[in-house]
């Protein structure tokens, strides 16, 4: 409890050094801050010293922390330790939160008495407090009192008010001070000055019953602006923090100031309502009401119209001089309201916390002193720190006695002494309350008995957390041993809800190779990526083979993640993927892979022209955009060539739509490639004439040639079988017989630019047909192909490459055979990509009619 | 014992009595003080009216934001116990000498005296 009187000290301190400087400041100042700021402003000080909390730091905290442990020092409080083994099978009752605490139920049955009178001084010390507190609630009760026989006195003496004329006086002025409360009125003779009682019931008392009117109105807008403004509970405050801080003379200061600036305040109040121009009317209207003289010394609790001659001079004073106050005022104003909540935040009071943190000269001698806390007529001795748990077992506090753990204890790496031993065995209770206790460790080889707890006997102990502790090497060269982490001998004790969590490094090893290998049949993907990562290299290498081999992307991506850095494994995947054109895997390995690493791969793979992977390391690298101007590039390098190529020959080609020949406009342009992979075929209306290029095996242009008449002709059926034939008759071809293809549907939202994306795997043989029948939304260019499995895909098979026309569709329809001697019967990937741009909406079918199936 | 009213308590007292209905409402009173040439405000009838409810002459019943009064006094059984505090403070008690004074002072009309005598005669008979 002296922790509270400290703190109440400090407040008192902390709140007497505002108050000097506010009686300093508001001399200096007197007039020109408003009354109002004048009186509230004394809230703040009330608060201060009224409120315990304060910031973390503040001006004064160091300050008390200084005088409190110089004060320690000088007199150091009596300990009082409730006796070990205490009579009876019930120990005694317990007191007491801190180490400075005391019974609060006196000497009686307190130690203390027999011990020496020399205690009597600290005992005084140790009460001083209770001193503190009798004296604040005496004040108090005194106060209370007296104000209750005064309301009592006035309202025997009264008669209320029976004037409708007063009455509604009072009526209107509350209405125009927007007060909601009926006010009751009453005249006493006995009171000098008006005044008004009652909290919630306002009463106005009036010392006469006539009054002037005039003089009326300027009494009752006071009374009512005081009840408005709740200057009772604002004077019942100040007056309960007087009877706290009784003991400061400036505390008491302060009432007196805080009761005038009331007046104060209020006047100001009043001819703000009334207006300045009334001011020496409401001079005059105070005079009067002190002419009156009464009976009763009324200064507390009741707030009246005037109190004494001199402080009626200066309410006279200051209403004569009373102004509008200026802007720089108002903000000056407003600047010392901000730099006097602050001073009272920062200056402080003393923290307990704050105190705590002091290394406190008797715990630091001590720290096994034990609390302890009393639940269900049971009495446990709280155990926090290793010191304490240590002192359990010298039998300090007695082996029968109840031990309750209140924190998480990490025990030094000394050598752990079992509490309990044969001679003195542990016979009390142990709850581990579900902390934990770290890092117990014993090594003695001699030990026999190696445990937390070594001998117990009818003992409890339970809810124990035992984690890291190292045991293992204790007692080796002991014959007869006797170890358990808990509880090593237990007679007839209990020992239950224990936990034990030992070394990590005394776990036996499991065997990591087994047990992925559940994991990896289970399909437990991050049970699989754990056990991953505990894996030697060599395992972790067979592993990532078996994966890449099965396939197994999911698997394979999170153990790469596993993976150590910069090891070799990365490297040698990555070639392998590169080489098998693993993109997926590829990609994944990519994602480990240094910067430096990366733009070595990108080096090859632009060196080996290989575009996907390409695409995937400007990618990886950030550098996405470069990749796309060199695609650009390419293609327009490819394009230049084609047109160097096509000019060689004698054909001019002005765009891709617009081919001259000899000084005529190409309509009908025809260029088939070696295997008819790749076909460019461009009817321009306006052109006159048309041609084909005919190239040898090397895919070289031999010869531009005049196309036939049944060559064209033969063309132009060929195309209008494509475009007139539907799903339908499809089935039925020439030969008449019938086909029962398989049709692979295709329907995609987006392809993106360059995107070549597998529709399927097929295998073709001699004779099988294939059809085309795609179209996209948007886009300008779409290439529809196969390629052979097992070769690059740039050498394609039955490909169409469609380019849209302006304001036509975006259509690639074909129908090829499968046969010699362009083709052969194998395995093939078809694929649809978008060549010029991205492209949107593709839908469609293709067909593959196998010639075995058909009839 | 009835507690005297004050010239405003009684005016209230009045409107409340003549009230026929078995309760009697707050806007009631204010039209009743204002057609007897004597308007108040709400808050000075409200502080009246509580004072007569101290005094004991009315209760009062809230129901949502009505109050309903209601008179524990009768206009009978106040003017009896004024008369009797009359007759105690100025004619000692005597009833006779109030009598008396009516008579003498002229303070009485003939039918009023006629009438007066035939109760006289009445309570003669009951006794």
């Not at chain 1, 990490?410 to 770290?438: C, H, M, Q």
């Not at chain 2, 009045?14 to 004597?38: C, H, Q």
Request: with cysteine.
């Amino acid at each position: 409890m002296n922790t509270v009187l400290k703190v109440f000290l400090s407040m008192s301190f902390s709140g007497s050094l505002l108050i000097l400087v506010l009686l300093l400041g508001k001399r200096s100042l007197n007039d020109k801050i408003s009354r109002q700021w004048q009186y509230y402003i004394w809230l703040i000080v009330i608060l201060r010293l009224l409120l315990p909390f304060g910031p973390e730091t503040t001006l004064l905290g160091e300050a008390y922390q200084a005088v409190d442990r110089s004060i320690a020092q000088v007199s150091p409080l009596p300990q009082q330790r409730p006796a070990p083994n205490a009579p009876g099978s019930v120990p005694a009752p317990v007191v007491g939160i801190g180490p400075d605490d005391e019974e609060a139920d006196g000497p009686a049955d307190d130690p203390v008495t027999s011990r020496p009178s020399q205690d009597v001084g600290t005992l005084l010390i140790d009460h001083i407090w209770l001193v503190w507190l009798v004296v604040a609630l005496g004040m108090l009760i005194r106060k209370v009192t007296i104000y209750q026989g005064f309301v009592r006195y006035i309202k025997a003496g009264s008669t209320p008010v029976s004037d409708i004329e007063v009455l509604d006086q009072i009526s209107i002025l509350a209405q125009q001070l927007s007060i909601k409360k009926p006010i009751e009125s009453c005249v006493d003779p006995l009171v000098s000055s008006p005044l008004l009682i009652g909290f919630f019931h306002p009463c106005i008392v009036l010392p006469s019953a006539d009054i002037p009117k005039k003089d009326l109105r300027y009494i009752v807008l006071h009374e009512l602006t005081h009840y408005k403004r709740r200057d009772m509970f604002y004077k019942w405050l100040v007056q309960i923090t007087v009877c706290l801080h009784w003991f400061d003379p400036l505390v008491h200061l302060m009432s007196r100031e805080i009761a005038r600036d009331c007046e104060f305040s209020c006047d100001e109040a009043v001819l703000a309502q009334v207006g300045i121009g009334h001011a020496r009317d409401y001079g005059n209207t105070l005079l009067d009401a002190m002419a009156a003289v009464g009976r009763y010394k009324e200064d507390l609790g009741a707030v009246t119209l005037s109190e004494n001659k001199q402080l009626l001079k200066e309410r006279l004073g200051a209403i004569m001089r009373s102004e509008k106050r200026s802007k720089a005022i108002q903000l000056l104003t407003g600047v010392l309201t901000l730099c006097i909540v602050f001073s009272a935040a920062f200056v402080g009071i003393y923290s307990v916390a704050a105190a705590t943190d002091v290394p406190d000269p008797i715990k630091a001698d001590d720290p096994s002193e034990m609390e302890t806390l009393d639940l269900k007529g049971t009495s446990y001795y709280l155990v926090c720190n290793e010191t304490q748990l240590r002192a359990i077992g010298t039998g300090e506090y007695g082996m029968d006695q109840n031990y309750m753990q209140q924190a998480d204890i990490r025990l030094s790496a000394d050598e752990w002494i079992p509490i309990g031993t044969w001679d003195d065995p542990f016979t009390g209770s142990y709850n581990g309350n579900g902390f934990e206790i770290t890092g117990l460790t014993m090594t003695d080889p001699d030990a026999e008995i190696i445990g937390l707890f070594g001998v117990a006997k009818n003992a409890h102990i339970y809810n124990i957390t035992l984690r890291d502790h190292d045991i293992a090497s204790a007692g080796k060269n002991a014959a007869n041993k006797s170890v358990g982490a808990i509880l090593a001998i237990g007679q007839g004790s209990r020992s239950y809800d224990n936990f034990v969590y030992p070394k990590e490094a005394a776990v036996s090893i499991e065997d990591h190779p087994s047990e992925i290998n559940r994991y990896y049949q289970a399909d437990s993907l991050p049970l699989f990526e754990i056990a991953f990562s505990r894996l030697d290299v060599d395992t972790q290498k067979e592993w990532l083979e078996r994966l890449y081999a099965d396939g197994d992307f999911a698997f394979f991506s999170v153990a790469v993640r596993r993976l150590d850095e910069d090891t070799p494994l990365i490297a040698d995947l990555a070639e392998k993927a590169y080489a098998d054109e693993e993109m997926a895997f590829f990609s994944t390995l990519a994602d480990c892979m240094e910067e430096a690493e990366l733009e070595l791969w990108l080096d090859r793979a632009l060196e080996d022209g290989d575009w996907a992977f390409g695409s995937i390391l400007f990618d990886k690298l950030d550098r996405s955009e470069e990749f796309d101007e060199l695609e650009e590039k390419q293609q327009k390098e490819w394009a230049e060539a084609q047109t160097a190529e096509y000019e060689k020959a004698g054909v001019t080609m002005v765009d891709e739509k617009t081919y001259y020949y000899q000084g005529q406009l190409v309509n009908i342009f025809l260029d088939i490639r070696k295997e008819g992979s790749f076909y460019t075929l461009n009817m321009n209306p306006k052109g006159t004439v048309d041609i084909k290029i005919v190239r040898d095996e090397n895919d070289e242009i031999v010869d531009v040639r005049y196309m036939t008449e049944a060559e064209v002709t033969e063309l132009l059926e060929a195309m209008s079988d494509d475009e007139d034939r539907d799903d339908d008759d499809r089935q039925e071809a020439e030969e008449g017989k019938i086909w029962h293809p398989e049709v692979v549907p295709v329907d995609l939202n987006a392809v993106a630019a360059g995107e070549a994306i597998l529709l399927g795997e097929y295998d073709l043989s001699d004779g099988d047909r294939i059809w085309f029948n795609i179209s996209a939304e948007t886009g300008s260019r779409m290439k529809v192909f196969f390629a052979k499995k097992d070769e690059q895909k740039d050498v394609v098979y039955w490909s169409v490459n469609s380019v849209r026309q302006p304001g036509g569709s975006l259509d690639c329809m074909a129908d090829f055979t499968v046969g010699p001697p362009a083709t052969s019967s194998g395995t093939y990937k078809l694929y649809l990509q978008a060549l010029d741009g991205a492209l949107g909406n593709v839908k469609g079918s293709i067909s593959i009619g196998s010639a075995a199936d058909a009839s | 014992m009835v507690q005297r009213l004050s010239d405003a308590e009684l005016e209230i007292m009045k409107i409340v009595w003549g009230d026929r209905s078995e309760v009697t409402l707050f806007p009631y009173i204010m039209d009743g003080l204002a057609a007897r040439g004597k308007p108040c405000q709400k808050n000075t009838l409200i502080v009246l009216l509580s004072r007569l409810m101290n005094k004991g002459f009315l209760s009062a019943k809230k129901i949502g934001r009505r109050n309903e009064y209601t008179a524990l006094v009768s206009e009978k059984q106040y003017q009896t116990a004024q008369t009797r505090s009359f007759l105690d403070k100025i004619y000692e008690g005597s009833a006779k000498g109030l009598v008396s004074d009516l008579i003498m002072g002229d303070l009485l009309t003939d039918e009023e005296y006629e009438e007066l005598k035939g109760l006289l005669e009445k309570g003669m008979e009951r006794t």
